[in-house]
């Protein structure tokens, strides 16, 4: 809400020490405050009513067509034999949907991971020229699938070019009796522990103009092939790749998940490049303040301080705390946030001041529902807001689409708008994991009361809109704009 900020002036007045607050400052504030709450209290029975109230505060026509709430309505099939363990599963799983979702033979699998057509930038796609098709198998201008998993993605004012980064799946899957446990598949809410995972194979990188076209640039950093005992090694765990540049040394840095095959070391990895392509140099581990650290991103900040935020404690709470200048490595400053919530797979953004946060619960490879933060300061406190998933239908916004946050990319020009960037896994075949991409608006109110005592900030809804198929709106002109 746009008024908020015009209260914070007021309710944040300070008198300077050796000053003395004169009387009528007083008296005003107090008007003001009165104001505030009476003003609040013609807003809150609204909120209360409607339980969703439809604020449209989009600031641009352009993005109307994408605030449109889209239903979708997914046939079940009808019951059939399972084997017997199967049968037995199932009672714990909570929807029949999330069931097929999770069944490698269902027989609606091409709903979730369709194998045609896919998203060819280098055919002649005629009308679906530019659109996003969440879910469907993306094709680099190589002609194939793009590999770039949990990533993130790197703006570069030198070249003006999009980067980017993710994991490079493209191995085989394999299951935890071959070799060491790895992440489950999903946890005791489904009754599964099959646990897969592939070889690391290293961070691939790719770049773009338009966000929708991208060239293959490699793998920008490696596994390592003899080295048992180095961390790139093949048989341990890279996750989450995020890269931000830093403009006191001229290097860009990149943050990632570094892990063994049993998820034990629990640590981040640092490496460096003076090109956005590579090669990265991988500098270290570390378990940041001496912690676990799995589901990890980083920030950087209007004013070039980056944080890092990372899941911790076994995934009970995340921390989050700035980086040195360099952004090598954390500074003693860390706070814990979310403590005792579980939330995992962290995307960071900021729109007028405020930041905000997108998260996932932990449920291994299985999808759960995403929640939206905001905060007035990036250490806190933060405060849930609830699920910002809109459209689609009960299951698919339960789960996220069926999908999990990696990163929101904002839209250049056009303020409060931005790209929701998601992993929809796929256990049975890691690398054919897909991409679900989505608008993602700041604007409008908490589509539900906070738990905040006095009722205050109001924080500005932050919504997903399911679409089935949707494109950045005309006047969007990549980076032309910035
Ligand atoms: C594009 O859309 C128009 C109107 O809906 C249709 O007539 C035309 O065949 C479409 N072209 C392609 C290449 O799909
Ligand atoms: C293997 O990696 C470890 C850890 O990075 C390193 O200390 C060691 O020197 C490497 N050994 C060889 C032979 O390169
Ligand atoms: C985890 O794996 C590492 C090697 O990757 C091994 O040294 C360690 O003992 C394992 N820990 C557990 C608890 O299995």
Not at 68 to 78: G, L, Y
Not at 103 to 131: A, C, W
Not at 143 to 156: E, K, S
Not at 370 to 389: K, Q, R, V
Request: charged fraction near 25%; proline fraction near 6%; charge should be neutral.
């Amino acid at each position: 809400m746009r008024m908020r900020n015009k209260y914070r002036k007021l309710t944040t007045f300070h008198c300077n020490a050796g000053n003395i607050c004169s009387t009528s400052v007083v008296v005003w504030s107090l008007v003001g405050c009165l104001l505030m709450f009476h003003l609040y209290t013609l807003v809150q029975p609204k909120d209360r009513l409607g339980g969703e109230i439809q604020v449209r505060v989009s600031h641009y026509p352009q993005f109307h067509e994408l605030e449109q709430v889209e239903e979708e309505n997914i046939q079940i099939p009808p019951k059939r034999k399972r084997p017997p363990h199967a049968a037995k599963r199932k009672l714990r799983r909570p929807t029949p949907l999330i069931d097929e979702f999770l069944d490698e033979n269902s027989q609606i699998r091409h709903v979730f991971f369709p194998l045609k057509p896919d998203i060819d930038p280098m055919k002649d796609t005629g009308n679906d020229s530019y659109y996003y098709f969440p879910g469907r198998i993306w094709l680099d201008t190589d002609g194939n699938p793009i590999q770039a998993h949990g990533g993130g993605i790197l703006f570069d004012k030198k070249s003006r070019t999009y980067y980017w980064y993710g994991e490079y799946k493209d191995g085989p899957t394999y299951h935890a009796h071959k070799k060491g446990a790895a992440r489950l598949i999903s946890t005791m809410d489904y009754g599964i522990t099959a646990a897969v995972q592939v070889d690391i194979m290293g961070v691939g990188c790719y770049s773009s103009n338009d966000l929708w076209k991208w060239k293959n640039e490699g793998i920008v950093l490696a596994a390592e092939k003899e080295n048992k005992t180095h961390d790139l090694h093949e048989s341990n765990v890279l996750e989450r790749p995020k890269v931000i540049y830093n403009e006191h040394t001229g290097k860009y840095v990149m943050w990632m998940h570094i892990d063994d095959a049993n998820y034990t070391k629990a640590s981040v990895g640092v490496a460096i490049s003076d090109y956005p392509t590579g090669p990265f140099d991988y500098l270290h581990s570390q378990q940041p303040h001496g912690f676990d650290s799995r589901d990890m991103t980083i920030f950087k900040d209007d004013d070039g301080v980056a944080y890092l935020i990372y899941s911790s404690d076994h995934n009970n709470e995340l921390h989050i705390g700035p980086l040195t200048e360099d952004y090598l490595h954390v500074t003693n400053i860390m706070r814990r946030i979310f403590v005792g919530q579980r939330r995992e797979a962290p995307a960071l953004f900021k729109h007028e001041g405020t930041y905000y946060m997108i998260t996932s619960g932990c449920s291994g490879w299985a999808p759960n529902e995403a929640l939206a933060h905001a905060a007035e300061s990036i250490m806190g406190p933060w405060e849930t807001m609830g699920t910002p998933c809109a459209g689609g239908n009960k299951v698919s916004r339960l789960t996220t689409f069926f999908a999990q946050s990696t990163f929101v990319l904002p839209v250049p020009g056009f303020p409060g708008s931005f790209i929701f960037m998601a992993d929809r896994w796929n256990p049975a075949d890691l690398r054919d994991s897909r991409y679900v991409w989505l608008p993602l608006i700041v604007g409008g109110t908490a589509d539900r009361p906070l738990d905040y005592k006095f009722g205050f900030p109001l924080w500005s809804r932050v919504s997903i809109y399911w679409h089935r198929k949707w494109k950045l709106p005309q006047g969007w002109s990549g980076w032309k704009r910035i």
